[in-house]
C-alpha cells in the first residue's frame, strides 16, 4: 500500500512479497527478510548514496523485528531522513498481543510495536518522536535520526528478552488513550518539513537541531505541548 | 528432505549474552523428552557448531535453550537443528540465525525466502559478478570523465 504512493527511487523488503496494486517508481523489490538486507555489503546501491529519507517499518508487528529494523535503518539516514513506525497505538490489550488474536476478534492487529516506541522514546531522548492518530492502530513518526548513534544497538540485547514474554502484553493506559498523539493533518500541516527538507543535505548535530526546533516552535513536540490539549 | 519443526514467532528470540549468542525456541509441535539435549548450527559453507542444549516442557511443545560462542557464529545465517540426548537423528527446525559484524543478532523463524537477483553493486564500483560488464562499465566512465 504505502509502496503504491511513491514517486521516488524506492526499495521494498518483505521476505514473501505480493504485488496487488499497479506501482508507479523505480522500486527494487528484495525477496528476503530485512535482517537478511541490511547484512549485505551495499543495501541501499539501488539508490544514488546509499541514504534513506523516508523508511516505513512494519517489522511483523513484533517489537523485536522493529527495533532491529530501526537500529539498521538509521545506519542509513541523514539528519533529515523520516522513519515512520506503523501500528504503535493499540486500541485494547487484545489488539497490543503478539500473537495474532486481535486481528480475528477485532479486525485489527498492532502486536507490540508499542514497546519498541516505548524504548526508543526513553533511551533516544535526542530524537523526535511523534504518534499520530490515524486509523485504526496509529503510525508515528521519528525525526532527526543520527547514523552514529549506537546505543539503541547496545542496548538491544537486553530489551529483547523483556519484549518476549507471553500475552497478555502490559499495555500503558497512555497508549491505550493517544493522549500524546497528534492528529495527521496537524503533523502535515506544520510548518517542520522546510526545516526537514533543508537537514537531508547537511551532516551531524547542526541539521538534527534544527528539526528539534521546527518541532517545538511548531507545538508538535512535548515541551511545546504542555498544558495544551494533548499533554 | 525431512519435514522441518515450526517455531513459535512470539515466543522465540536469539541475542547476545556476554560472549556467548543465547538461542531460545519455542517448538509447539514438538514431541521430545525434557532434559538435555543438543542445537546445531550450519551454514552454507558446511560449517556446524553443536552445543549443550536444555530442553523444557512448553505450550503444546517443548523450549529448546543454548548458548553458542559468539566468535564461532560470526558472520552468517545458520541453519538451526535439534535432537535429545538419547535420539540419533537431528530434526531441522524451521527458523535460522543471523550473527552480522554491524547489527543485532536475529532469530528468522518461517521457511527461507527465495532471493533470485544478485545484491546490486553500487553504480561507483565494478561489478565482480560479471568482469566483461565490469570493463565495459569502467571504459564507458572513463570516456564520459573525458
Known amino acids: 500500500m504505502s509502496l503504491a504512493l511513491s514517486r521516488a527511487r524506492s526499495?521494498?523488503?518483505?521476505?514473501?512479497?505480493?504485488i496487488t496494486r499497479e506501482v508507479r517508481c523505480d522500486?527494487?523489490?528484495?525477496?528476503?527478510t530485512s535482517d537478511e538486507f541490511f547484512a549485505r555489503e551495499h543495501p541501499f546501491a539501488h539508490f544514488d548514496e546509499p541514504v534513506v529519507d523516508l523508511a516505513f517499518i512494519d517489522g511483523m508487528h513484533l517489537s523485536e523485528f522493529v527495533l532491529r529494523d530501526f537500529i539498521n535503518t538509521e545506519r542509513f539516514c541523514s539528519p533529515g531522513s523520516v522513519v515512520v513506525f506503523d501500528d504503535v497505538l493499540p486500541r485494547s490489550v487484545e489488539e497490543a498481543g503478539r500473537g495474532r488474536e486481535g486481528r480475528a476478534r477485532h479486525g485489527a492487529w498492532a502486536g507490540d510495536v508499542f514497546k519498541a516506541l516505548q524504548s526508543v522514546r526513553s533511551l533516544r531522548p535526542d530524537l523526535v518522536v511523534l504518534e499520530v492518530d490515524t486509523f485504526p492502530t496509529g503510525v508515528a513518526v521519528v525525526l532527526a535520526p543520527d547514523s552514529g548513534n549506537r546505543i539503541l544497538e547496545r542496548a538491544y540485547d537486553e530489551l529483547v528478552q523483556d519484549y518476549v514474554v507471553q500475552d497478555p502484553q502490559a499495555l500503558p493506559?497512555?497508549?491505550?488513550?493517544?493522549?500524546?498523539?497528534?492528529?495527521g493533518e496537524d503533523l502535515l500541516g506544520s510548518g517542520i518539513w522546510s526545516a526537514i527538507r533543508a537537514a537531508r543535505g547537511r551532516t551531524g548535530e547542526?541539521?538534527?537541531?534544527?528539526?528539534?526546533?521546527?518541532?517545538?516552535?511548531?507545538?508538535?513536540?512535548?515541551?511545546?505541548?504542555a498544558g495544551g490539549p494533548h499533554a | 528432505m525431512p519435514e522441518k519443526e515450526p517455531v513459535s514467532v512470539v515466543t522465540s528470540l536469539a541475542h547476545r549474552r556476554g560472549g556467548d549468542v543465547r538461542v531460545v525456541l519455542h517448538l509447539p509441535g514438538l514431541d521430545l523428552p525434557p532434559g538435555s539435549g543438543l542445537l546445531?548450527?550450519?551454514?552454507?559453507?558446511?560449517?556446524?557448531?553443536?552445543?549443550?542444549?536444555?530442553?523444557?516442557?512448553?505450550?503444546e511443545g517443548v523450549r529448546v535453550e543454548a548458548l553458542f560462542p559468539a566468535g564461532r557464529l560470526r558472520g552468517a545465517v545458520w541453519r538451526l537443528a535439534v535432537k535429545a540426548a538419547t535420539d540419533d537423528a537431528w530434526l531441522p527446525v524451521e527458523?535460522?540465525?543471523?550473527?552480522?559484524?554491524?547489527q543485532p543478532v536475529a532469530l528468522l523463524p518461517g521457511p527461507r525466502p527465495v532471493t533470485r537477483l544478485a545484491e546490486p553493486v553500487?553504480?561507483?564500483?565494478?561489478?565482480?559478478?560479471d568482469p566483461i560488464l565490469a570493463r565495459l562499465r569502467r571504459r564507458v566512465a572513463a570516456r564520459l570523465r573525458r
Do not use: Q
Not at chain 1, 11 to 18: E, K, L, Q, S, T
Not at chain 1, 27 to 32: A, D, E, G, N, Y
Not at chain 1, 206 to 224: F, H, M, V
Open chain 1, 27 to 32: 522500486v527494487h523489490l528484495v525477496s528476503t
Open chain 2, 122 to 129: 553500487p553504480a561507483d564500483l565494478p561489478s565482480t559478478r
Open chain 2, 95 to 102: 527458523a535460522r540465525v543471523l550473527v552480522g559484524p554491524r
Open chain 2, 40 to 59: 546445531r548450527c550450519s551454514n552454507a559453507d558446511g560449517r556446524r557448531v553443536r552445543r549443550p542444549a536444555t530442553i523444557t516442557a512448553a505450550d
Open chain 1, 206 to 225: 547542526t541539521g538534527r537541531e534544527s528539526i528539534r526546533a521546527a518541532c517545538a516552535r511548531a507545538g508538535l513536540t512535548a515541551d511545546s505541548r
Open chain 1, 11 to 18: 526499495v521494498g523488503v518483505d521476505p514473501f512479497f505480493r
Open chain 1, 173 to 183: 493506559g497512555d497508549v491505550m488513550r493517544r493522549s500524546r498523539a497528534i492528529r
